[in-house]
């Protein structure tokens, strides 16, 4: 029986949950054969949003950005070594915009039938649910969603995975 699913996504936000997310995602295209994507999107909706509000000037913007695209393009080494020790090509994308759309745009483009992610932070207040990216990715994903949870059981099956 073929494997229901061919294109992987795991979204990185730099969380120790997502890099969870991203082993797990090398172990599923590993035991599957599916091709595995990994995107890191630089936030820079809510980065304007701090701006407009007068929480960074121009300049502390400009500074910011550098330092997430660094954060960016860290986590995306990281996922392709991880990825490379389990002898697994993974294709690893960085784009900048409001993560939820980016991802959804992703998995239409690129055909992707599976998105992985780290745990879901504990909602405590409905404003943050509104501005929770990974919940809404989980709530408006056009392709089945993978959620990990219990980070220490998935660096162990990694560690165990040949």
Known sequence: MEAPYTRILVYLDGSESSM??????VLLAKSSGAQLHALYCVNTKALGDLVK?????????AEYMGDLQKDAQRHIRHIKKLAEQKDVPVTGVIVEGSPSHEVSRYIKDKKVDLLVLGSVNTIRSRREELASESDRMLRTATCPVLVCRD???LWQLFEEMI
């Open 20 to 25: 969870s997310a991203a082993m797990y995602a």
């Open 151 to 153: 980070d220490d059981r």
């Open 53 to 61: 509000a007068g929480i960074f000037v121009s300049q502390e913007k």
